[in-house]
């Protein structure tokens, strides 16, 4: 026997852990399904949780049918998305307690909620833990893994601002989608969304082209202009 034979085959390498994204109820589904289609571009496996409020949410602001057995495919269709991608994405009932994301052996690279209703960020500082996305995110918690909130309301009342403050003061980053004007790249619907989704890969430590970041559109402060060839 060769001394080759003997030894181990080198191993693949393992895939990342997936990130979860909850979509709730709130309007701004659009944002979710445009982090999805960043994650799974950059071949970043989904774990998505869609709430039974926010289907409605999702026809009215996509035109998306969610309804059916196969939703990943559904969600590829609706981004324009080839179906070998359906093996990066999987989709879960918001009733489904006993899937992956609600145990905390279960890897994740941690989690989103976007958008994030004011009924399920209640639900998420409280630990009420009767829904998959408010479990999944508990466990986000639990195993001190990133967890993004993108909350939709406007104005805050005083619960809100006490729900917030709890989850940030437990290390959640909160990250409500602003409006932003000091790039020509903000200047659409469609610059305001990248926006927000590059803000949420940045939490990541995602790589991603979606605007113009600051200090690359004009020269650092101070710098001087450059020097002629000839004194």
Same mark, same amino acid.
């Given at each position: ?12 390498? !393992? ?11 709130? =309007? ?11 994650? @799974? ?22 035109? /998306?049918? %969610?309804?059916?057995?196969?939703? *990943?495919?559904?969600? /590829? ?11 990066? /994405? ?5 009733? !489904? ?9 279960? %890897?994740?690279?941690? %989690?989103?909620?976007?958008?994030? =209703?004011?009924?399920?960020?209640? !639900? ?7 829904? @998959?996305?408010?479990? *999944? ?14 909350? !939709? ?11 917030? =403050?709890? /989850? ?9 989608? %602003? @409006? ?52």
């Amino acid at each position: 026997m060769s001394p080759a034979a003997n030894e181990p085959s080198p191993s693949k390498p !393992r895939p990342k852990p997936p990130i979860v994204v909850g979509i709730t109820g709130a =309007s701004g589904s659009i944002l979710g399904f445009r982090l999805i289609e960043e994650l @799974l571009k950059l071949g970043q496996s989904v774990q998505l949780v869609i709430t039974e409020k926010s289907y409605q949410v999702i026809f009215e602001e996509t035109g /998306l049918k %969610m309804g059916g057995q196969n939703k *990943a495919i559904r969600v /590829l269709d609706h981004l324009n998305l080839p179906e070998s991608m359906v093996d990066l /994405l999987e989709v879960f009932e918001n009733n !489904r307690l006993d899937a992956a994301p609600s145990s905390g052996t279960h %890897m994740t690279q941690g %989690m989103v909620v976007i958008p994030c =209703s004011m009924g399920t960020l209640g !639900r998420i500082a409280n630990g009420i833990t009767d829904t @998959l996305v408010a479990r *999944a995110a508990d466990v986000t918690m639990k195993e001190h893994r990133k967890l993004v909130v993108v909350p !939709r309301e406007s104005p805050f009342n005083q619960i809100h601002l006490r729900n917030l =403050s709890m /989850l940030a003061q437990c290390g959640v980053v909160i990250l409500p989608p %602003m @409006l932003t004007f000091y790039l020509p790249d903000f200047g659409t619907i469609d610059g305001q969304i990248n926006y927000t989704i590059g803000k949420v890969l940045d939490q990541f430590g995602l790589g991603h082209d979606l605007y113009t970041r600051w200090g690359q559109h004009i020269p650092a402060a101070g710098a001087s202009a450059p020097l002629s060839s000839q004194a």
